[in-house]
């Protein structure tokens, strides 16, 4: 009848226009999970759900940046700006270890959330999900390492900053192409055998395709634990001197200092060779964790590690344009030297 | 020696079981100790024993109160044959009797020669010595009463006693543990019994002490208390007498 | 004496000298028997070996103590789960009962969390175990029972759970990234990392613990009785479970500390050595302790030898023991009632 199929129409327009988020739309966005994001209007608070996350928007935009998902430490603020680094802590939404309440993410108003990651249909529901229960868009973005370029053209859409994203996606295209063309011709003998260390005793490392190896194996060397694919493992000490690595990456600073005088260690080719090296981590790690846009000063450290011949530029002057342009701080000679030491 | 408990008030911390109990047990005399269920008879024996502490009162062994004396020497002077035994583990039966001599050593000592000795001995006084490697747990009920029976031997105490020894045995068995039990005081060690059942204490003991809701009904020697008036106050159930006219035996039925 | 022990002794010891054997054979790098033999002759007459100094250090280095802390772990859970098992009188019974490997991996979690050094984390999570049987034996105590065995386990199943809960926060809030994975691995047990250092800490209390339920397991047999029947028996029941609970915790502890919650030796092993030669524990303890060594040899060697990466130890037992132990069950049952 058509009074019932009136009422029901306009119940339905009701529930719909109640059930849709109270943001005025003007364009959207297809994040790389291929969902459409709203994108608001005008964007003044963003909450990051992870580290990835907050480290890009804080390149980008840092003063869009609510929280941190863990309050940084005092050694980390000094390389960020100071007010936008001391921001308060919010927890971490998504990720192994989910601390943040949905209520509080409510509490806070982010015009945006914003997760860079892993796109698989576990982030992909729950990015569903945080953004029907808040009706807050919920971007998800590419946080792999080879995606750097793409996800930040991504996020300059979302924030309304184009061209500072541009800026930003430029350079890291660059330094990927620097990489990629130098590293190119060099045959399979000149890729050096790494292995990558964690723990107090270097005996933690990274299997094939892990993020955590993830610029070791975009530089083209051989990563001695890559022939099994997964995550983190634990080996032994024979299996290392088995490996008879080149060169060991390290970003326990313990182990690095004790590698050198333990005897069982010392008969590996990277300890002889003096090829033992502690990954800077101020105010982000440069090469393991959080696996985001900070590792891309670690290309360059990388690089001139695994390849000193092809990569003579000077570290010192790029870790300083990269802090500056990234990270918003000039630093002076005495700080690079401490963050290139890769201690605390 | 004088196994006894005076002005004895036994019982568990929350539970008041019995009070005012004398008790006296001779070597070389057997006592039965009879009474209905739930009537204290347990708790006394494991007051005597000193595995129960008296609520009131002391008990003693040969004048030396049993508080003062160490669970070790107690275990030289008194031996427990429990009613059943839970066997966890299938220990040989030559094991089990071996635990007998726990109390002649320290707390580190090994058996001696001496000790398995005595335990062969004790197995071969009661007829089990062929079963001394079966596992405890697959020989039948009245073997292994009669295992327990050899530990408490091998023990080598002063008193012996048993908590309804001939409860879940065939009638055959019976006969022969109580014949056992006869000979223990034969050889001079005073022992306690528990029962069901007045015709045991009758052939079996010397004296009778009857236990009914924690108090003494009657005790003495057993013709002289173990009577159908004592009988029926005690279980408060009609007893019918039987007399054998060749031997004037009695023997007790329930009416 | 029923009959010999000694076929089933031999036995064990045959299983230990094969699980050294293996074990200082097998591994990820290359070594032949013949290397470790040319290497210990060297050491004993005083000239340098013929083999690299590779092979030489590999073999005192990383194999000589893993072998050695393989062996003494053994030993000591398979030692400690037979003494509980009688102390109380249940065949299903393992060394983790009264809380020990929970307290020790609340322990070792904490110290991972505070980034502690390697030993000060193996100091936290001894003491951690320590503490944790201490509390359950207070509790335990402080309530009256006819019962205290009974009690006793109840109250380490509740406690256990405490403690475990505990493990679960600190896991929750420790970083993702860094710690997380370190204390994941470490409750999964390992004997990975294991150097010359790591066995200083051990050997002292496994070696103390063992020797005291050693000398007293010619009273265990008795304690495995009732609590009446033993004390009818002459035994200070009291003291001598405080005793045997003390020396078993120390060694557990001890090992849990050293290479993390191996779980399935205590249990499985005890009812190994008793069908070797059978339930008296005078003779059982000592081969459940040689049999132990052999067997937690054998499978710490194949979590090295496996694949390239480290099998966590605590899975293998599991895997290993659990259908072993249902075989066991079916075919074994005589030598338990």
Redesign the interface.
Known sequence: MATGLDRRAFAVGLAASVAAPCVARTAVLTDAAARAVPIPDRVTRVFPSGPPAAILLYTLAPELLIGWPRANRAEEREFLLPDIGARPEVGRLTGRGNTANLEVVLAVKPDLILDVGTVDATYVSLADRVQQQTGIPYALLDGRFASIVETYRDLGLLVGRRDDAEKLARYAQATMDTMTQRVAGLPAARRPRVYYARGPRGLETALGGSINVETIDFLGAHNVAGDRRGGLSNVSIEQVLLWDPEVIVTIDRDFAAGVVRDPTWAAVAAVRAGRVHLSPKLPFGWVDFPPSVNRLIGLWWLAKILYPDQFPEDLRALTRDFYAMFYHVTLNDQQIERVLAGRH | MILEGRALSIGYRDRLVGRDLDVALGEGEVLALLGPNGGGKTTLLKTLLGLLPPRAGDVRCGERPLAAISIRERARLLAYVPQSHVATFAFPAETVVLMGRTAHGNLFSRPTAKDRSIALAAMQQFGISHLAERPYTMISGGERQLVLLARALAQEPRFVVLDEPTASLDFGNQGKVMREIRSLAGAGHGVLFTTHDPNQALRLADRAYLLRDGARVAEGKVDSVLTRDNLEALYDAPIRTLTDRTTSETAFLPA | ???SALPGVAIALLILFAGVAFAFTL????IGLGDVVDVLAARLSGRPPTVP??VE??IW???GPRVVAAALIGAALAVAGTAFQ?LF???LVSPDILGASSGAALGAVVGIYFSL??LAIQGVAFVGGLAAVAAVYLIGSAV?A?DPILLLVLTGVVVGALLGAGVGLVK?L?????Q???MT?WLLG?L??T?VSDLVPLFGPVALGTLVLV??R??M??M???E??A??????TGP?RVAIVAAATLVTSASVATAGIIGWVGLIVPHLARSLV???F?RLLPTAAILGGGYLLFIDTIA?TA????I?LGILTAVIGTPFFIWLLASVQ????
């Open positions: 004496m029923s009959r591994g990820r790098y290359p100094p590779t250090s590999v280095q990383v194999r009688g009188r249940n065949p050094g390697v009256p006819r929750y420790a970083d993702p990234y860094n997380l994975p370190a691995f390992s990975a990392a150097g000398a007293l010619w009273r047999n008795v495995s009785l009732t009446e029947e004390r009818a028996l002459g035994v200070p001598l059978g339930p008296d005078a090295r694949s390239s990466v480290e966590p005589r030598t338990w009632s």
